[in-house]
């Protein structure tokens, strides 16, 4: 009976939290940007689409379970922009060690209160990732930047602080999840190229020690432009490489 009360207890905190939401939303058009993988937020409206991002959850899943395995217990994790903790709660729910940055004061809050009743192996930073940071001092299994980076660049203007978190993670981490796109959206990235991909894939190689780039799919959160989802790795059985060497000369 205590251990019944002492989870009802902690369920009501979240649920308490989920209200203050409702009634106080963190995104402009909705409650929060995308879902939170716990019952208690099942509630709140969203800002980016969540079949969308329950598709994309489904390739870096599937992904991470064929590199690692469905149990992810010893495995550690870096999210890099975790905004609500989508990313970075599935991955603790599969077992795996995680260490979060996310800058927003009010995302930061939300996900520690949730990292405390849930009782998650998971590290919060509340600060824009920086390459001195303890953090990034620890080897990693697997990165996630996932459609940050241009955010992080501020469109270009802060582009060599960006560089330089993406070298050193590239320094840190086995595997790099990465999503980007170009020319669209705020904060974009420029590309004279008309194959975006290969302008992706040419900015990788540059600025990043990996050495095999694999397409795991596009993504797209909202209706008028899609990005790339991209593992980066130094294995030479993740690439496509043989792909683009056919597609190197086609325009598009």
């Known amino acids: 009976m205590a251990n019944y009360k002492g989870n009802d207890i902690k369920m009501n905190k979240l649920e308490k939290l989920a209200a203050e939401i409702k009634s106080n939303p963190i995104e402009a058009k909705a409650h929060i940007y995308h879902p939170i993988p716990f019952k208690e937020f099942a509630d709140l409206t969203l800002s980016s689409s969540e079949k969308a991002v329950r598709n994309k959850w489904s390739k870096i899943e599937e992904i991470a379970n064929e ?31 995680v260490s979060a940055f996310e800058p927003h004061p009010r995302y930061k809050d939300l996900g520690l209160e949730i990292i405390k009743e849930k009782k998650l192996d998971v590290r919060w930073e509340n600060k824009p990732v920086q390459v001195s940071h303890p953090y990034l001092k620890d080897r990693y299994d697997l990165t996630l930047m996932l459609s940050v980076y241009q955010w992080m660049a501020e469109g270009g203007k802060e582009i060599e602080y960006a560089e330089s978190c993406i070298k050193k993670i590239s320094e840190q981490s086995d595997y790099l999840i990465f999503e980007l796109g ?71």
């Open 182 to 252: 170009f020319n669209k959206g705020k904060s974009h990235l420029k590309t004279n190229s008309r194959n975006h991909y290969r302008a992706l894939i040419e900015m990788l190689t540059e600025k990043t020690d990996y050495t095999h780039f694999k397409l795991l799919g596009k993504t797209r959160l909202w209706r008028t432009y899609s990005r790339y989802l991209v593992l980066c790795s130094k294995n030479p059985n993740y690439t496509d490489e043989g792909i683009r060497k056919m597609i190197r000369n086609l325009k598009f």
């Open 67 to 97: 590199l690692f395995g469905a149990d992810m217990k010893g495995k550690k994790v870096l999210d890099i922009g975790a905004n609500a903790g989508f990313y970075t709660f599935s991955f603790s729910k599969k077992g795996a060690q």
